[in-house]
């Protein structure tokens, strides 16, 4: 008999009858001995949905109200999923963030994690029951809703799961497992048996939304073994392993992962001169931007083009600061581009392989496509690109990569 934490996502339990076939999932479980502790996204769609109406009300709604509305659509859910496994005979209650309590900092509709009371949660499995909790949500100090940042369901399982120390952490979804790269983008994508924390929280960052980052990070410190698995069809699923360095046959090349949700801007004719990048992201930072890549070429003329990428979200207020630094440094133009993608390569193969990025620069150049900026980790290539070609760079790269055979094969250089 073990403990398991089971995640099911928002397509998972969409609709009543969906709910009814998660709890008789759990239900099976149960059946087996296994203490189970099941958290809940959102039905799918929802959160959008209360996203939406806020923004009706309000250009920028106010954090705290935000994080009381959208945090509703997890506490349906719990209910629903505990009745449907009453219903069943199997005993169950619901739980909401600050019951349990899930204590979080302040920073409304990103919140972090700070602790967990597992008192409650013990004690309820004790007495034979199905824990029902809203995933994505939290309390913090003041007693005040959090939400953890879009796909948290997947964090709250994971840190429930370190909490409890739980055997297995299971993520349920709607594809069978992590693939290659997004299944809806490439036919071709295979499911990986395994992937370590590395890769994962790489393919994460980069774009690859099947597990939020914090979720990885989070499972990788405290070692929680994970699994993705699809919701209503058997199978093995991922397993998000540690990396393994006696093994032989390590693919050079775990994945792609994409994403569009990146703009650039540019500066050019910055005058060329000891802390000028600092001159230029200082404030950009200040405002509470996030820069991705950045990319500053040589010199000429004693001027320099400065280029840098941030979330599109954000793109409207970084022009604001930037064409105010502009004019403070006495550059000679401001651009801006949205219609840009992110498409990166990840695999800590890489460490010991050389010639990834070769591989790669030639894969977009054989498909006509021109690479804007490119920055590196240790496990990952990542290229900007023009956003009209994402799908045909995604699909060059997995195959010039042999990813859709079996990652033992020899030709996976
Ligand atoms: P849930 O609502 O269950 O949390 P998500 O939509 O957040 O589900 O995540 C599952 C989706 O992630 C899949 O439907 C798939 O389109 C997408 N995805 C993106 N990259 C990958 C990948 N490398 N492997 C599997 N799924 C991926
Ligand atoms: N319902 C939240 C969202 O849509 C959290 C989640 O699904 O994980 O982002
Ligand atoms: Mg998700």
């Known amino acids: 008999m073990s403990l398991i934490v089971q995640k099911f996502g928002g397509t998972s339990v969409g609709s009543l009858e969906r709910i009814g076939q998660v709890a008789d999932k759990v239900a ?20 959008n949905r209360l996203i939406g109406l806020a923004h009706e009300l309000q250009e920028r709604p106010v954090p705290r109200e935000l994080d009381v509305l959208i945090s509703t659509g997890e506490q349906v859910t719990t209910a629903l999923l505990s009745m449907a496994l009453n219903e069943r005979g199997v005993k169950a209650k619901s739980y909401n963030g600050s019951q349990v309590r899930i204590l979080t900092d302040d920073s409304h509709t990103k919140a972090r994690i700070r602790e967990i009371d597992n008192e409650k949660l013990h004690a309820g499995l004790e007495a034979g029951y199905v824990l029902v909790v809203a995933g994505f949500q939290g309390v913090d100090e003041h007693g005040n809703i959090t939400t953890l940042g879009r796909g948290g369901s997947d964090t709250t399982a994971v840190a429930l799961a370190a909490a409890l120390k739980a055997d297995e952490c299971q993520i349920y979804t709607d594809v069978d497992g992590v693939y290659t790269t ?85 500066v050019l004719g910055v005058p060329d001169m000891p802390g000028i990048a600092h001159k230029i992201l200082g404030p950009i930072g200040e405002a509470n931007i996030e820069v991705d890549v950045i990319l500053q070429n040589t010199g000429e003329d004693n001027h320099t083009d400065f280029t840098f990428t941030v979330s599109r979200t954000d793109l409207p207020r970084a022009e604001e600061v930037l064409r105010r630094v502009a004019a403070q440094i006495e550059a000679r133009e401001v651009r801006s581009d949205p219609r840009i993608a992110k498409v990166s390569v990840v695999g800590v193969g890489m460490r010991s392989h050389a010639g990834v990025a070769s591989q ?8 006509g496509i021109n690479i804007q900026m490119i920055t590196t980790s240790e496990i990952k290539i990542s290229v900007i690109i023009e956003e009209k070609f994402l799908e045909l760079a995604v699909r060059a790269l997995h195959s010039s990569f042999g990813l859709e055979k079996e990652p033992n094969d020899e030709s996976v250089a």
């Open 182 to 266: 997004d299944p809806r983008m490439v036919d071709g994508a295979r499911r990986l048996d395994r992937i370590t924390f590395e890769e994962m929280l790489e393919m994460a960052s980069m774009g690859s939304k099947v597990l939020q980052i914090r979720a990885v990070e989070f499972a990788g410190k405290y070692q929680v073994p994970l699994r993705v698995l699809h919701s209503f069809q058997e199978g093995p699923g991922t397993l998000i392993t540690l990396e393994d360095v006696n093994q032989m046959e390590t693919p050079t090349i775990a994945g792609i992962a994409f994403n569009r949700d990146e703009a650039k801007l540019t």
């Open 360 to 367: 790669m620069f030639a894969a977009l150049a054989e498909v």
């Open 28 to 47: 099976r479980f149960r059946a087996e001995g296994h203490d189970v502790v099941v958290v809940v996204s959102a039905m799918s769609g929802e959160t």
